[in-house]
Nanobody, 114 residues
Framework: QVQLVESGGGLVQAGGSLRLSCSAS????????MGWYRQPPGKQRELVAI???????NYADSVKGRFTISRGSAKNTVYLQMNSLEPEDTAVYYC????????WGQGTQVTVSS
């Protein structure tokens, strides 16, 4: 059974940085794509960034130039480097992996104070 485990969330001041990590276990296959979504308080879940197995990336306009998604050397790992964080980035961040279906992590809280 595929499981995604996220880490790296926390509390940071505006302008600071955080790095999120996600690792998928329980499969010998490489995920077609892995990405990050977030759900701010009282709002719907939204795409932050996604990367294909070939390295093609896509970012939400609100994070372009500030966030960088990358895949790790270990199979089925993905990172999200978040710089110049803003209070509007406060949300629960979820890792998503795609193969024959979508897989989701449990989420990690990111709080940016002003």
């Amino acid at each position: 059974q595929v499981q995604l485990v996220e880490s790296g969330g926390g509390l940071v001041q505006a302008g600071g940085s955080l790095r999120l990590s996600c690792s998928a276990s329980g499969t010998r296959f490489t995920m077609s794509a892995m990405g990050w979504y977030r759900q701010p308080p009282g709002k719907q879940r939204e795409l932050v960034a996604i990367i294909s197995s070939g390295g093609i990336t896509n970012y939400a306009d609100s994070v372009k130039g500030r966030f960088t998604i990358s895949r790790g050397s270990a199979k089925n790992t993905v990172y999200l480097q978040m710089n110049s964080l803003e209070p509007e980035d406060t949300a629960v961040y979820y890792c998503k992996a795609i193969r024959e279906r979508d897989y989701w992590g449990q989420g990690t809280q990111v709080t940016v104070s002003s």
